[in-house]
């Protein structure tokens, strides 16, 4: 009786049921397996700051992203402010015991317009990213009213200008009011950049 508690079988069933977004990380093979299963855990952490909005709204970006470190932070992710990689990053996001390492970096703005997301993602492709991470992250706290019309207007810009070497037209993300872009980075990948909207209008 004791071994069969104990077997690696009524482990996985125990994972399955209590942090099934545990499992899908620790077991993703692919690195579109990884972004699904990250998609989950970073909607309920974009979700959390949604409905605390209110309790947030004197605080500025770097208040914004520690309460988004603290809700992404679940067993299997180690996630960090401020740690150095060329600078240092808003975000850093670790997947522990994968193999390959799996490392996100994300960059956070309260949006204030297209020209100055763009600056966003020159800093995250510029200046942090290796090449080696996965898909980056730039998160936008958009505190203004119509956050369909902020995206939509900051996805017609972007396809217009294909920024910082964006390679292709804007492709919708998994998540509401959010984007995906593709760009040629110095080290000669193409990285994709995942562009998160944040309702904290109030």
């Keep these: 009786m004791m071994e069969e508690c104990n077997s690696v079988a009524s482990l996985i069933e125990r994972l ?8 899908d990380l620790l077991t993703a093979e692919t690195e579109e397996e990884f972004e699904s299963a990250f998609s989950v855990v970073l909607e309920k ?10 309790n947030f709204a004197e605080l ?30 808003d975000l850093t996001i670790e ?13 956070a703005k309260i949006y204030a317009g297209p020209s100055y997301h763009i600056k ?13 991470e996965g898909q980056g992250l730039l998160i936008n706290y ?13 996805k017609t810009e972007m396809d217009a200008k294909l920024p910082e070497n964006q390679t292709e037209l804007c492709a919708e993300h998994t998540l ?8 040629q980075h110095s080290s000669g990948e193409i ?12």
């Design 142 to 154: 958009v505190r203004n009213s119509n956050i369909k019309a902020i995206t939509a207007k900051l």
């Design 176 to 183: 509401k009011w959010s984007l995906v872009t593709k760009h």
């Design 120 to 132: 966003g993602i020159g800093q995250l492709l510029g200046r942090y990213t290796t090449g080696r």
């Design 191 to 202: 990285v994709a950049i995942g562009h998160i909207g944040c309702n904290l209008y109030v």
């Design 60 to 89: 500025k970006e770097e208040g914004l992203s520690g309460a988004l470190a603290g809700a992404l932070t679940i067993p299997g992710l180690t996630v960090t402010q401020e740690t150095n990689s060329n600078g240092h990053v």
């Design 45 to 54: 952490a974009v979700h959390h700051l949604e409905k605390n909005k209110v």
């Design 95 to 107: 997947a522990d015991h994968c193999n390959p390492s799996r490392i996100k970096l994300g960059e």
């Design 16 to 23: 399955k049921r209590k942090a099934p977004a545990y499992l």
